[in-house]
């Protein structure tokens, strides 16, 4: 027999469909009577949070509302919403919005349940216990934050995006309703979506997990295996199918749907398998360039691919199956999935190139060696990733080839 080993970290509960938002209020009576809801700004003055106010009163759960959350998460603004979730005296939080604002969600509660600063808990499992339970209900399709136990700050000191990675952190429940979506302009639709088959791709072919992996207690419940690729593969069918439907006409509720479905098991995927070397390339370009995290990831991961190609052949001929492409031939299929992963996020307006998004050549040797200081993501990658080919990567960004 084959040796099988599987990891997987999952919210206890995860409710999909249109018009399940309507769970959130029943959902959070189980878990608490107060309430911070975390909303994104574009919420705040929407129908939709005074109805969420009201059906929670019903509930028997008093609330309270956040709302100043900045995209990409600036560190700075996280301490006043554990001032409000204290002050509050909220038992659980309900987060409602973009990548940001569930982050905020995830890093209030560390701060409300341990103190200290958001610093103190960068790198992996360094939260050191429980927190409030949140209720995580996503409003764009991309960052799988609503099943992961990640959240993403950037810092502003040292102008990089940092990860905080603790099972604590995985939301209690994800309540995802594509309807939410159906606002999300073309520009916020191809960033979140690129981000989101970036996440899918990335862990159908990280770092695999290993039976040694079971007795390193940093490594048990990570890895690629079996669990993750299919929840991966999944995710990259669902996206093709969704991604450039809902670019394209943002009204189509079945393109949505299908969007937010494979965001979600990308997110349950990576959140296990964890994401390499186009992640950790993205930092400093997003930091240099003021750009979403979707864009920069998207326009990385082609060339990312490009250069783990030779390591991981049969998995890249199934992305290519994935996304529509037939031939009997393996590696043909395989050499294949770089070009039509890039086909399909140029198709949604994604970036060419480094060039187009106002990289300066100069400064492409800073990038390679600011990227490697995300070791966690390098190390994931299945090709090591040396200075040298960093570099040959964003070359090849840069040009846009
Ligand atoms: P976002 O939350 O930053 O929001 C982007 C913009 O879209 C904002 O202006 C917001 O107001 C708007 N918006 C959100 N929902 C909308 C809707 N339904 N209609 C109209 N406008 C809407 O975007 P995001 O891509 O969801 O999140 C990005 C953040 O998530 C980054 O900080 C990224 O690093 C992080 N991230 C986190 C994880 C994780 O696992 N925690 C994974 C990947 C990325």
């Given at each position: 027999?084959?040796?099988?080993?599987?990891?997987?970290?999952?919210?206890?509960?995860?409710?999909?469909?249109?018009?399940?938002?309507?769970?959130?209020?029943?959902?959070?009576?189980?878990?608490?009577?107060?309430?911070?809801?975390?909303?994104?700004?574009?919420?705040?003055?929407?129908?939709?949070?005074?109805?969420?106010?009201?059906a929670l009163a019903a509930a028997g759960v008093e609330?309270?509302?956040?709302?100043?959350?900045?995209?990409?998460?600036?560190?700075?603004?996280?301490?006043?919403?554990?001032?409000?979730?204290?002050?509050?005296?909220?038992?659980?939080?309900?987060?409602?919005?973009?990548?940001?604002?569930?982050?905020?969600?995830?890093?209030?509660a560390v701060l409300t349940a341990h103190g200290g600063r958001v610093s103190d808990y960068y790198g992996e499992r360094r939260v050191p216990g429980p927190v409030a339970p949140i209720i995580a209900v996503p409003t764009t399709a991309?960052?799988?934050?609503?099943?992961?136990?990640?959240?993403?700050?950037?810092?502003?000191?040292r102008q990089v995006k940092v990860g905080i990675s603790s099972p604590y952190l995985i939301p209690r429940i994800a309540i995802c309703d594509p309807e939410l979506t159906l606002t999300c302009p073309p520009g916020v639709t191809a960033a979140s979506g690129a981000d989101a088959l970036c996440h899918a791709i990335e862990a159908l072919t990280a770092r695999k997990h290993t039976a040694a992996d079971g007795a390193d207690a940093d490594r048990v419940f990570m890895g690629a295996g079996p669990f993750t690729d299919s929840l991966a593969l999944e995710a990259i069918r669902?996206?093709?199918?969704?991604?450039?439907?809902?670019?394209?006409?943002?009204?189509?509720?079945?393109?949505?749907?299908?969007?937010?479905?494979?965001a979600t098991l990308a997110g349950l995927a990576f959140g296990t398998a964890g994401t390499a070397a186009a992640h950790a390339l993205q930092y400093p370009i997003g930091a240099a360039t003021h750009t979403s995290h979707g864009i920069g990831v998207g326009l990385l991961l082609p060339h990312v691919m490009a250069h783990n190609l030779p390591a991981r052949m049969p998995e890249f001929a199934r992305i290519a199956t994935a996304?529509?492409?037939?031939?009997?031939?393996?590696?043909e299929l395989a050499a294949r999935a770089p070009h039509l992963v890039q086909e399909l996020l140029r198709?949604?307006?994604?970036?060419?190139?480094?060039?187009?998004i106002g990289f300066p050549r100069?400064?492409?040797?800073?990038?390679?060696?600011?990227?490697?200081?995300a070791r966690r993501l390098v190390e994931n990658n299945p090709v090591p990733l040396s200075e040298d080919a960093a570099l040959a990567i964003l070359e090849s960004a840069y040009a846009g080839s």
């Open positions: 027999m084959v040796e099988m080993y599987a990891v997987l970290r999952s919210p206890l509960e995860i409710v999909f469909g249109a018009g399940r938002r309507a769970a959130i209020a029943p959902m959070t009576a189980e878990l608490g009577r107060r309430a911070l809801i975390v909303v994104d700004p574009f919420l705040a003055t929407s129908p939709e949070l005074a109805q969420l106010v009201d609330s309270a509302v956040y709302s100043d959350v900045v995209p990409e998460l600036p560190t700075r603004g996280i301490a006043a919403c554990a001032d409000a979730a204290r002050a509050f005296g909220a038992d659980v939080l309900i987060a409602v919005g973009g990548g940001s604002s569930i982050d905020m969600a995830k890093t209030c991309g960052t799988g934050s609503e099943v992961t136990p990640v959240a993403v700050v950037t810092d502003e000191t669902s996206l093709a199918a969704g991604l450039p439907r809902a670019w394209r006409d943002p009204g189509d509720l079945d393109a949505r749907s299908r969007t937010m479905y494979g996304l529509g492409a037939d031939a009997a031939d393996q590696d198709g949604i307006g994604i970036p060419g190139s480094l060039a187009e100069e400064r492409l040797a800073w990038a390679a060696a600011e990227g490697l200081r």
